[in-house]
């Protein structure tokens, strides 16, 4: 192609300014116009050098209805949109996804179940002195520490109370006076009786003499020697000092009985007397506080200069080599608990057998006190106080279906799992009946069968769905 004249080059770019200058829509023109490529060409008469220009640009495009095409694609969208919501809609949820790792996942089992019960408590000595204050005193010496090893005699504790050593002293001077006064009471009753004996030998004397004078008085006047009035004389007289002689032998006879039982009362004043001056004397004796059992000291919880009251605990003294375990088992579970049932003792060191001893017949705080007698040796490190988990056997199952226990669903009662497919890959819901439970299983009643893999672990958040994806 050649090239343009400086004339033709100016007036195309003339021609294109003034196109530049007119871009507008055909329906803002005040004359009209149709579009070619970007730029307007005005109707009317061509000149020569328009030619040109307009035979070397595009065809010229015809205006297009973009109002009707908008509404096609705007409809055709709706459709779509209308048809993929329905299509969405038919198909179901997808299923939540669960981590694997996270799952707790368990087996249908078929066998013997072992039914058990579980409880925490402590290690208690079977015996336990407990030492008390018979009377109120400061502590003056402490002689052992906790920990130590006692004997019957030995002394824990010194304790002083100066009012207690008085009362011991006016208690043994009141048993001195009551002796004194028993032997005085008894010296003045035997006198007494000793001379009521003089005055009954002297009457028994004057009886006899009266009793002879009577009999010869009555030979005298057989034998017509003395006058009949004489011997009668004599005859009173016999019967006067007889009466005399009876009267003074019974007053003997009183005096021996009231001087008796007057020695007996104040003898037994004396024997009060003398008690209570041994307990003053032991509560003296109190006052050095021992042990009185073989043991250890477990509890020491006085200091030097303290006071303590009567009766206040002053020592805890127990046997270590003769424990037994206290557990506290839930109310609810705790009715199938009898006594002789085996049970195991945790102490975290080695379990320890036994069996049930003793239930207490009342319920504290929601729990129930059952005591373990330990059957087996101790292991390292049990002492009193020691925590402890306790497991009692309470039946045993033969043949039955089982699962270790889940996260939710008590005994006896319904509760929904999920069930792995067989690819283990999802877990669909089921409906499963529990029987009995233990510890840490429970009996399957319906819902599954032998080799079932179920979640075990809480599924909760995901009550809303009837099947998971496991990842």
Excluded: C
């Excluded at 009317?44 to 096609?72: F, H, T, Y």
């Amino acid at each position: 192609m050649g090239l343009a004249s400086p004339d033709v080059a100016h007036d195309d770019r003339a021609a294109t300014g003034d196109r530049v200058r007119n871009r507008r829509s055909a329906s803002e023109l005040p004359n009209g116009g149709t579009w070619h490529e970007s730029f307007l060409v005005r109707n009317g008469p061509e000149s020569p050098e328009r030619a040109r220009i307009k035979d070397r640009m595009d065809i010229v495009r015809q205006p297009v209805n973009r109002k009707r095409r908008r509404l096609i694609y705007g409809g055709a969208a709706l459709a779509g949109i209308a048809a993929v919501t329905a299509g969405l809609t038919a198909l179901d949820p997808a299923a939540p996804t669960v981590e694997r790792g996270s799952a707790w996942i368990d087996t249908v089992e078929a066998g013997p179940l072992v039914l058990q019960v579980r409880g925490p408590g402590t290690l208690v000595p079977e015996q336990t002195r407990w030492v008390t204050a018979v009377t109120a005193g400061r502590v003056e010496r402490r002689l052992v520490e906790p920990g130590q090893t006692v004997t019957p005699e030995t002394v824990l504790l010194v304790l002083s109370n100066p009012d207690v050593q008085l009362e011991a002293l006016e208690s043994e001077r009141q048993l001195t006076a009551a002796q004194a006064e028993r032997m005085n009471l008894q010296v003045q009753l035997e006198s007494q009786r000793l001379n009521q004996e003089a005055i009954v030998a002297e009457a028994r004397s004057a009886f006899e003499e009266a009793r002879r004078n009577a009999r010869a008085a009555d030979s005298l006047v057989a034998a017509e020697m003395i006058p009949r009035m004489e011997a009668e004389r004599l005859r009173g007289q016999l019967a006067e000092t007889e009466t005399r002689f009876r009267t003074e032998e019974g007053r003997l006879k009183l005096y021996s009985q009231v001087i008796d039982s007057q020695v007996d009362m104040q003898r037994a004043q004396v024997t009060r007397m003398r008690a209570v001056h041994e307990f003053q004397r032991d509560r003296v004796r109190s006052m050095e506080v021992t042990a009185g059992a073989h043991g250890v000291v477990q509890e020491l919880p006085l200091e030097v200069g303290q006071w303590a009251q009567s009766g206040a605990t002053l020592a805890r003294v127990v046997q270590p080599g003769r424990l037994k375990a206290v557990l506290r088992i839930p109310e609810t579970p705790a009715r199938d608990v009898v006594l002789g049932q085996t049970a195991a003792i945790d102490t975290r060191n080695g379990i320890i057998p036994g069996r049930v001893s003793r239930i207490d017949p009342a319920s504290v705080s929601g729990t129930v006190t059952v005591d373990v007698a330990l059957t087996g040796e101790l292991p390292r490190g049990a002492r009193p106080d020691l925590t402890v988990d306790g497991t009692i056997e309470v039946d045993r199952v033969d043949s039955t279906l089982s699962i270790s226990r889940p996260a939710y669903g008590q005994g006896n009662s319904s509760t929904d799992l999920f069930r792995l497919t067989p690819d283990g890959k999802y877990a669909e819901r089921v409906t499963v009946r529990l029987g009995r439970s233990s510890v840490n299983a429970v009996e399957i009643l319906g819902g599954l069968q032998a080799g079932d893999r179920v979640i075990i672990s809480d599924m909760s958040r995901y009550g809303d769905v009837n099947r998971v994806r496991l990842d």
